[in-house]
């Protein structure tokens, strides 16, 4: 299997692994040594799309050779784009949505036949609570604990794609933390379209601040991290209960995607600069040490020269630890596909790179403020004479790191103290001293 996209769609592939194992399926690590070749894909924005459609065709000079037998493609672009994939890519034997997941032994066993398959059942019947193969570093997990959106962002499919917010029960999610903490499992990486909404629609409130208090019981998790908090869903049991547990990192992905009033509006988000600042002053405050983590998009249609500036502005008051960005990609189906005043590519690229270096200038006092401090690290690896680990305010695979020298030798996965004695760039260096 190759996974594209987001950690939630390398979920989706941990369980249709898992089903193919359990079928009797050898899971290989190399195209040449598979019969199937299953590719995972990313249907978010057009560069996801573009990723998608390359690997689709670098997989088929494989089965063209007649090294493989057979393709099967699944994951948002095979939901979004049905009939078009089995139309323009012959070579494909099967395309199924994401509620097909669950059939997939058959999916595969047809291919094989040289059968064609094209099945798009409805997306409520995705697998939430499965067995998965887990393919993430043996000392860390994803943990999905919902699926689909019912935000309706002007430029996002994924409501479309994935189908309505689909919350899993708190129990099912205890019990997987569980077992991925039997298997050696340190950290969790909590994973939604959209966390701070789990629960409402099977419980009728917000439930993440309930959610994390039965997860930080778990005996061998020691840390849990937070992605994709909404800024309007989050509430104060929620940061109470961040900054009362020492397994809670202190450490929040709050994907903003703007700052300015009009441009959020626009895009159908709510909130503005006044408003972020406010929540972030009282998360500050309330949860000491606290990392963040945003994304933003430039280029929105209409985003004035002032509106920008009014982004870079915010971003220099709030200064953020840890900041990404992308240029705003026109998707069929959306309300901000048809908008007037598209700006062009040129000045999307850059304000994206002014934007970006406007962090980087803030990445460098945070990450010289840090010299001389001393930080819980886990070692993630090994390479060279230097190991590869993060404290608290790095995620893994998004973030940078700290490369770490140690007189003795350092166990992947474990953690260790760590002070830090200077920077390169986005990475911070470090020497154990314990």
Not at 21 to 37: H, L, R, W, Y
Not at 74 to 101: S, W
Not at 102 to 124: E, N, R, Y
Request: hydrophobic share 35%.
């Amino acid at each position: 299997m190759i996974s594209l996209g987001c950690p939630k769609n390398q979920v989706d592939g941990e369980i249709i692994l898992s089903k193919l194992k359990n079928a009797g399926f050898e899971i290989v690590s190399s195209i040449e040594d598979s019969d199937v070749m299953i590719i995972n894909t990313c249907g978010f924005i057009e560069s996801a799309k573009q990723e998608a459609i390359e690997t689709i065709l670098e997989v088929a000079e494989y089965k063209n050779a007649g090294l493989i037998k057979a393709i099967v493609v699944t994951g948002c672009l095979a939901e979004r784009y049905q009939d078009e994939i089995i139309k323009e890519m012959p070579e494909v034997d099967a395309v199924v949505g994401i509620g097909a997941n669950s059939d997939i032994v058959k999916v595969c066993q047809k291919a094989l036949l040289g059968l064609t398959t094209a099945v798009f059942p409805d997306k409520c019947y995705l697998p939430l609570d499965d067995e998965r193969l887990v393919s993430t570093p043996s000392h860390w997990a994803y943990l999905k604990i919902s699926d689909g959106c019912d935000n309706r962002c002007s430029y996002c499919a994924i409501p479309s794609i994935r189908g309505r917010f689909r919350s899993r029960k708190i129990e099912d999610i205890v019990s997987e933390a569980k077992t991925l903490a039997s298997y050696g499992v340190k950290e969790l990486i909590l994973i939604a379209q959209d966390t701070t909404k789990y629960g409402q629609d099977i419980y009728g409130e917000y439930k993440l601040d309930a959610l994390l208090q039965e997860l930080v019981e778990i005996d061998g998790i020691e840390w849990i991290r937070l992605y994709y908090c909404y800024p309007e869903r989050i509430t104060d049991s929620l940061i109470e209960v961040i900054a009362n547990n020492d397994k809670i990192c202190k450490y929040i992905d709050i994907p903003l995607q703007h700052a300015d009033g009009e441009v959020l509006k626009n895009m159908n988000r709510a909130g503005d600069s006044g408003s972020y600042k406010k929540l972030i002053e009282k998360m500050r405050k309330d949860i000491p040490d606290l990392a963040l983590r945003t994304t933003f998009m430039v280029g929105f249609p209409g985003e004035t020269d002032e509106q920008f500036e009014n982004l870079c502005n915010f971003v220099n008051d709030i200064q953020f630890d840890k900041m990404g960005s992308f240029t705003f990609s026109p998707e069929e189906d959306t309300p901000a596909y048809d908008m007037e005043n598209q700006i062009d590519e040129d000045t999307k690229l850059r304000r994206q790179e002014v934007l970006m270096d406007t962090q980087y200038t803030i990445t460098e006092k945070i990450n010289k403020s840090r010299i001389n401090k001393k930080y819980r690290v886990i070692i993630d690896g090994f390479d060279g004479d230097k190991y590869t680990g993060r404290a608290y305010f790095d995620s893994p695979e998004i973030d940078s790191g700290i490369i770490i020298s140690s007189d003795k030798e350092l166990k992947i996965g474990e953690f260790y103290e760590v002070i830090i004695t200077d920077f390169d760039g986005y990475d911070l260096k470090g020497k154990c001293v314990n």
